[in-house]
């Protein structure tokens, strides 16, 4: 089968930072997605990564390493408007893809 | 504007009774893909399409059928719906047939009596 697992939950504080860890094992790896999801709406993209190292886009960075089978999100500076769903996503060999169950972020004044 | 729509919004239907859910994007995307989304665990491929007449199933293409006749559409099939078929649908597109950053439609409330 194919596992990808994050926490269900975190709580962090407005202008903090947060590490959100993805770890993942699959019959194929092509890449792997961060997604962002508001309750109540659809997922929106945040990062891709498919080699190993990190990838920053402006207050959020993701990374990777293949050979762990992990990735992490950091987003820094937090924003109330960051609480949401964080979905980590596996594209397999096959080109259909695998999301994680997805990590609630609470973020509190 | 570029986007991903889908309709109905939400549907409320009874066990057995076929319906359509449709799909359409405008952004001129070679890759469609079905995804449902419950509780506990997350979203869950149903069905991709890599381009018009090539379709491939997901993680959970049981009880649905999809079909890619044009670029544009991309249609749900539920034959005969079941309670357990009960979520929330959505559909996404991505700009080449190898999947990258896809771009999610509202969503579809489905409840099956």
């Known amino acids: 089968g194919q596992n990808i697992d994050q926490p269900t939950e975190m709580t962090a504080t407005e202008g903090a930072i947060v590490q959100i860890n993805c770890t993942y094992q699959t019959s194929g790896f092509n890449g792997l997605f961060w997604y962002q999801q508001h309750a109540g709406e659809a997922p929106t993209f945040l990062s891709y990564?498919?080699?190993?190292g990190l990838e920053e886009k402006g207050r959020f960075s993701s990374f990777l390493s293949r050979s762990k089978g992990y990735s992490y999100l950091l987003l820094k500076e937090l924003q109330m408007k960051d609480s949401a769903s964080y979905l980590c996503?596996?594209?397999?060999?096959?080109?259909?893809?695998?999301f994680g169950a997805g990590t609630r972020l609470t973020v509190k004044p | 504007e570029a986007q991903v729509t889908q309709n109905p919004r939400y549907l409320i239907t009874v066990t057995g009774k076929k319906l359509t859910v449709t799909c359409s994007q405008n952004m001129n995307h070679e890759y469609m893909s079905w995804y449902r989304q419950d509780p506990g665990l997350g979203l869950r491929q149903i069905y991709y399409s890599m381009n018009v007449e090539v379709t491939d199933k997901g993680d959970v293409p049981e009880g649905y059928k999809v079909s890619r006749k044009e670029k544009r559409n991309f249609p749900l099939i539920l034959e005969s719906p079941s309670p357990n078929q009960t979520s929330l649908y959505f559909c996404?597109?991505?700009?080449?047939?190898?999947?990258?950053?896809?771009?999610f439609g509202p969503g579809t409330r489905l409840t099956v009596l």
């Open positions: 996404a597109s991505s700009r080449t047939s190898w999947v990258h950053e896809q771009f």
């Open positions: 996503a596996v594209r397999l060999g096959n080109n259909d893809m695998r």
């Open positions: 990564n498919v080699l190993d």
